[in-house]
């Protein structure tokens, strides 16, 4: 398999941004080799919010699923607490929770281009729940939320950053965040 030259989009999310992680963050991709290719910081509204938190119905169905499957792995009944136990329900909740703390403060969006970067900076970014992130990864080392205190409290987990997924998901976001005058080639 040959590992292709991409683009992938982070975000320093507005906890990363009000703790002054940028430039820490920035570093650690920059030291392994990823090139910056647009950056900008932006405050996003809700409506923007819930163009970058797709309302597909799969999608939302699969973060349901996890969310269940989280609540199983404490021992919480997610009917008591979220008042559902039907995935689709869970994942529409945890998309709102995830458009008011992406749209709380201003989010520094970047784009990376690099041999494998997808796959490289979900690597470095570690586990979606910073509690289930390796010490070296950016959620490991600088998130300290669980998903049990962010589900208890209704809220998304603050882990500081978002990576694109897949091709198919930074080639989307690419768009949804920047302009092709914001992306430059060098």
């Given amino acids: 398999m040959k590992v292709k030259n991409e683009q992938t989009v982070v975000l320093i999310k507005p906890d990363g941004v009000k703790r002054g992680l940028i430039g820490e963050i920035l570093s650690r991709f920059e030291k392994v080799g990823l090139k910056v290719v647009g950056a900008k ?25 996890k969310t269940l499957e989280n609540y199983q792995k404490y021992g919480i009944d997610p009917g008591e607490d979220l008042g559902t136990t039907d995935p689709l329900k869970m994942g529409k909740m945890v998309r709102k929770w995830n458009m008011d703390y992406i749209s709380k403060g201003p989010v520094f969006a970047f784009i990376f281009e690099g041999y494998g970067s997808i796959a490289l900076v979900r690597k470095m970014v570690g586990s979606l729940f910073p509690f289930d992130s390796a010490p070296g990864t950016i959620r490991g080392d600088y998130a300290t939320d669980s998903f049990l205190t962010a589900n208890l409290n209704k809220r998304s987990a603050e882990n500081l950053i978002h990576a694109s997924g897949t091709p198919e998901e930074a080639k989307f976001q690419r768009k949804l965040w920047f302009k092709k005058s914001e992306i430059y080639s060098y």
């Fill in 41 to 65: 910081l932006i405050w996003v509204d809700k409506t923007f919010a819930g163009k970058h938190y797709s309302l597909d119905t799969d999608y939302t169905r699969q973060v349901g699923e």
